[in-house]
C-alpha cells in the first residue's frame, strides 16, 4: 500500500455529527458541529479545524499479530456502526528518543496495546493515520467505528489504555465522539 | 528531536560539485552541476531536481547498537571530508507490506545493515532522511561525508550493502558522489 493521505474537516458540515469533544490532556480544541472524513487529500477548507495525517505501513505489529488481527480486523463503513471515535494522540520527546526495541516494549511487552485491542475485534474498526512526518498537529490520528450496543465496550478499551505504562508517554489527547 | 524537512537542491548553485550519478537500479537523475543541502526547509526552486526528506526518529537501531553507534557516529561538515554521497533509495511494496519484526530480521539479523555500516566508523558520517510518508520521490535519501582517503572504504561498504538480502527490496536507487 502506498502513504496515502486523510483531512478530518471539523465545520458545518461532514458525514458524522460531532456529538462532544473531551481535552483529556494538553490544548483542547474547538467546539463544531460536524465532521468529515477526507481520505486520499490533504485539503485546508475554511474550517474550525482540520486534522491531517498519512496511512502508512505499520510500526510495531509482529507477524504472528498480524495473523491473529487479519483474521477478525473489520472495515469501516459497516452500516451497524452508526457511531464513531477520533482520538488525536501525540507523545512526547521521551518517546520519540526510545529505541525501537525499547517503544516496542512499552507498546506491547508492557502496556499490551496489540492484544488488549484484540479483545474488542470485530466489535470495533480501527484505522490508524501517522502526523509527526508531515508536521501535523497530532503524532497520531486514531478513527474508531461500532454500533451503539458496544459503545459501553469501546469506552472500557480507551479506559484501559489509558491506564497503561504507554500513555504516560501521551502529553496532548482529544476524544472526540460522533454519530451519523 | 522534532521531525525536520530537508531539500537536496540540484543544480547550477550549492556547496557540492556533483562529480557523478549512477542509477543504480531503476529510473535516473538528470545530470547537473552542483548540489545544495537545505537542512530544515522543503523549497522548490527553479533547478534539475530537488529532493526532499524529513529526518526523523529511527526505525530499526535497538536500544545497544544506538549505544555502540553514539560512540563513534560523528558529525557532518568535518573539514577534511571533501567528498560525499548522496544515495536516494526506494524499497518494492513487498519490504513494506513486511511485518516490523519480519522488516527488522531482513535488515540486521540477516543483512547486519547496523553492524556493516559500524566497521566504517568514525570514517563516513551519515545522515538518514525518510520521503514515504511525505509522499517523496524516494522513501530513504542517505548522506554521506569522507575524506579523500576513505573513498575506497565507502565504496567496499556500499558494495557489501547491495549484496544483502535487504537490497533485494531495493527497486530505485541513483548513486551520486560530490566534493567540495
Redesign the interface.
Known sequence: ???S?VSFVAGPQGEWRIERIVPVRGAPLAAAPRLARIEGELVRPPSAWVLHG?R????????A??ARLSGVQPPLGRAECTQAALIPISKS?AW???????R?AVFESRSKHISTGLEYLPAVARRLY?G????AEFDFLTWFEFAPADAAGFDDLVERLRKTEEWRYVEREVDIRLSR
Request: charged share 45%; net charge negative; aromatic share 6%.
Open positions: 500500500m502506498r502513504p493521505a498519512v502508512t505501513h505499520e510500526r510495531y505489529t509482529e507477524s499479530e498480524r520527546e520519540w528518543d526510545l529505541a525501537q526495541d525499547e516496542r501517522h509527526r512526518e508531515i508536521g
